[in-house]
DNA sequence: CAGTGAGCGAGCTTCCGCTTGACTT
């Protein structure tokens, strides 16, 4: 029995907080929200203002019943729930759930943890902010509503059980639109010629000097005369030009730029980067992980002064204050860093460890000094040619922060940027060139989104939340809007060009381009989608969309304007639109016909159908004539793919004969080309056999192999039931029967179960799986 | 585990943000 009970959301913060509060105080979280909109019917009265009809979540049914009981026995409530619109929200639905009276009820808001803060808010209690509450009720309504009346019109229009959303629809844009730029992106050429001198040293002995020319050449002849004028050239220093520049530390962490750095340092998943981090805060080593905020409490500078004075020196350390000017921030945390920052690593998994190390580091650097870098910029004149050759140098005079951090970029073009030391030279030298080069290049496309750098786009728009990055990448992927891939690159020929002593040698050499690491794609549907929302709903796919309703947010938690309004104003024409759409739009399924095949003058089309992307060959007619269909495969664009790659789908199956009086024939299927006879499957081996041109000798091959295979698989069978065998499978025996699967107990010994033992584990039966969605 | 692609038209799908487990492989 406690006299006071104190009601935050997160019961890792409600641990720490317990043991600032004395004996009196009971501290518990509410796990976030506790109510919400019902789902069916909804969950809007549309006929009375855009009434909530709101309903006690179902997994948070037990807390709530909890929370009651703790809040009848207290004879004080204290409501610490965050300080943004969500918080509000919370602490006011914790009010009208719990029938909180008002006189044994307090909110209260504090934006530290610590002992001081806590007690000073509890010395300051306030009022619920309704203003701000009926802000969160018009976010929560006006996502309902696009949600749930968007979504249909896809089920009805294209697919069913597809999703629209005001974040979730924008993220797809995004990723659809990069890469129409891509596939109209048209590579130029251009030739960098680069220079090798050789220069004493010190000892006189000869160094190299490299340099660039400051001048590209746009065609190959242009290149090739610049160096035939340098076979006679001479070349002398022109001008030294020597820099002093600075660079300064990143701020602390937020959700985003976590997310960026552990996949860009450490090739985290954003999902990844948030599930390490909850563990790291669950065992108190760091601060909360879902946050906007670069603030860092007066605690944390002070700790990371004295650490950085005491291991570096007082010239190491800069005292600064971050200021968050993302869109949208709501400032309800402080940056994620160490919860103790004197503390350099932690225990646990190699995981946490290294995202721990990275949180350390980013938060020490921020409050550490400038580096100070001297930049050398050496131009070499050429005798017979008005173009310079340029060298330029780093040297670091003083470390700064980048003695423990430096921030990695998306850029990975930019490493030959790399700080050098350049070799001694005077102003008028002459120099020797021991090469030069002419090399083509090629502009860049633009760069696909990896999940990160997608978070970061959509957290500079504004859009979504720290709490619904991780989440909302997952969805759009769940949708098959987008798939994370690998993809291998191309090969390319580039012409190089050098002299080397005198001497113009020309070759052509190739290089790969293209090759992608978990990246992000549009699919089909995806492409297919986003044209049609874009089409019949251009204002909730517009990227100012939620920057939009953000102001109006913001005036009504301002007690400006009265919300129901405002979602009123929003409601009637958005809705208008949906009717619209329904009425006016065809089906759509990206439909787009390719040509007629020349052998038989069938029309060739692509589109989506119910099991994906396909091409059709031939039409029905009249006459009873059916088309023939063939899934697209992996790689394979309804908007790219050509007549030839289609007509090839046709060509599989293949019949390739008979085998032991059976038919075998060849396909392509989910998981690549495979052989089939007998109605069993054997997989082709990769690199090594083509199904368009593979023989009935090899396919017999592989299913001889393939039987010897699972001769070795086999444990054991009993005859009175055939259809039950005891297999060995990657993962270890198990029993398979009648097409089901059932796992056997470790350390149980395979071959000596007898026919009863299996059946009791069949009848055990495999574990009641849950709806899996895919 | 991979083949399908018309169709009688049941009943279902879906949003964003706040939180943590309980899941499977």
Not at 734 to 756: F, H, P, Q, V
């Amino acid at each position: 029995m406690h006299d006071n009970l104190v009601i935050v959301e997160s019961p890792a913060k409600a641990k720490t907080i317990e043991r600032f509060l004395g004996k009196e105080y009971f501290v518990t979280s509410s796990m976030g929200h506790i109510r919400d909109l019902e789902k069916k019917d909804f969950g809007i009265d549309m006929e009375n203002n855009y009434q909530p009809k709101y309903i006690v979540s179902p997994d948070k049914k037990k807390i709530v019943a909890e929370l009651k009981k703790h809040a009848k026995e207290a004879k004080m409530v204290w409501i610490a729930s965050d300080e943004d619109r969500e918080g509000e929200a919370i602490a006011w639905h914790l009010k009208e759930v719990l029938k909180l009276k008002p006189e044994k009820t307090r909110r209260i808001v504090f934006h530290e943890i610590t002992k001081e803060a806590i007690l000073k808010a509890i010395a300051n209690p306030r009022p619920i902010d309704e203003n701000l509450v009926n802000a969160q009720q018009a976010r929560r309504v006006l996502d309902r509503i696009v949600g749930f009346e968007v979504s249909p019109v896809l089920w009805k229009k294209v697919k069913p059980s597809l999703s629209a959303g005001r974040v979730q629809s924008v993220a797809v844009r995004l990723i659809v639109e990069r890469e129409r730029e891509i596939m109209n992106f048209e590579s130029q050429s251009n030739f960098r010629v680069t220079a090798v001198f050789l220069v004493p040293d010190k000892n006189g002995n000869p160094v190299e000097l490299k340099a660039d020319l400051k001048k590209r050449f746009e065609t190959k002849e242009q290149a090739k005369a610049f160096l035939e004028k340098c076979k006679t050239a001479e070349f002398s220093i022109a001008d030294i030009v020597t820099k002093p520049s600075k660079r300064t530390p990143a701020a602390p962490f937020t959700t985003s730029t976590l997310q960026q750095e552990a996949s860009r340092k450490l090739g985290f998943s954003v999902s990844q980067t948030m599930s390490v981090a909850q563990r790291l805060y669950e065992a108190g080593k760091i601060t909360y992980m879902r946050t906007d905020s670069v603030n860092l409490s007066s605690l944390a500078i002070n700790t990371a002064k004295n650490k950085i004075i005491e291991s570096l020196g007082e010239k190491y350390h800069k005292l600064r204050q971050y200021k968050t000017k993302s869109k949208g921030a709501q400032e309800a945390h402080e940056a994620i860093r160490p919860s103790y920052i004197d503390q350099e690593e932690v225990s646990g998994s190699n995981q946490e460890k290294r995202l721990y190390e990275l949180i350390w580091k980013r938060t020490i650097a921020s409050q550490m000094a400038d580096a100070e870098l001297e930049r050398t910029t050496i131009n070499i004149a050429v005798s017979n040619s008005p173009e310079l050759f340029q060298a330029t140098g780093e040297v670091i005079k003083f470390d700064g922060f980048l003695r423990v951090y430096m921030e990695s970029t998306d850029n990975e073009d930019e490493s030959d940027e790399n700080a050098s030391l350049l070799p001694p030279v005077k102003e008028k030298q002459a120099l020797r060139a021991e090469l030069v080069e002419a090399t083509e290049r090629f502009t860049q496309r633009p760069p696909r989104y990896t999940e990160a750098s997608l978070v970061k786009k959509l957290e500079e728009q504004g859009i979504g939340r720290p709490s619904t990055y991780a989440p909302t990448i997952t969805t759009v992927q769940n949708r098959g809007y987008v798939v994370k891939e690998d993809r291998p690159g191309v090969e390319r020929q580039f012409v190089q060009m050098s002299l080397v002593d005198n001497q113009l040698k020309e070759a052509v050499k190739t290089e790969i381009t293209g090759a992608e690491r978990s990246k992000l794609f549009p699919t089909d549907i995806g492409m297919v989608v986003n044209d049609f929302l874009i089409k019949y709903f251009d204002k909730i796919m517009d990227y100012r969309f939620t920057a939009k309703v953000e102001v109006e947010f913001d005036e009504v938690a301002d007690g400006n304007r009265v919300w129901s309004e405002v979602i009123d104003e929003f409601y009637k024409p958005f809705h208008e639109n949906v009717e619209n759409a329904l009425e006016v739009s065809e089906r759509t399924n990206g439909e787009r016909i390719l040509g007629d095949d020349p052998k038989t003058g069938k029309p060739v089309s692509v589109k989506i159908g119910r099991y994906g992307p396909l091409a059709q060959l031939g039409e029905t007619t009249e006459e009873g004539e059916k088309p023939q269909f063939a899934s697209l495969r992996s790689g394979q664009h309804l908007e790219t793919i050509t007549l030839e790659d289609a007509l090839d789908l046709f060509k599989l199956p293949r019949d390739l004969g008979e085998y032991e009086d059976k038919k075998v024939s060849v396909a392509i299927g989910r998981f690549g080309p495979y052989v089939r006879h007998d109605n069993k499957f054997v997989s082709l081996e990769k690199n090594v056999d083509d199904p368009y041109t593979i023989e009935l000798d090899r396919a017999i091959e592989l299913i001889e192999a393939k039987r010897e295979k699972d001769r070795k698989a086999l444990i054991k069978t009993f005859d009175e039931e055939p259809e039950l065998r005891i297999l060995n499978g990657r993962w270890g025996p198990y029993i398979s029967y009648k097409k089901k699967n059932y796992r056997i107990a470790k350390g149980t010994e395979a071959e000596k179960l007898s026919l009863e033992d299996c059946m009791k584990i069949i009848e055990a039966g495999p574990k009641p799986k849950q709806k899996k969605k895919k």
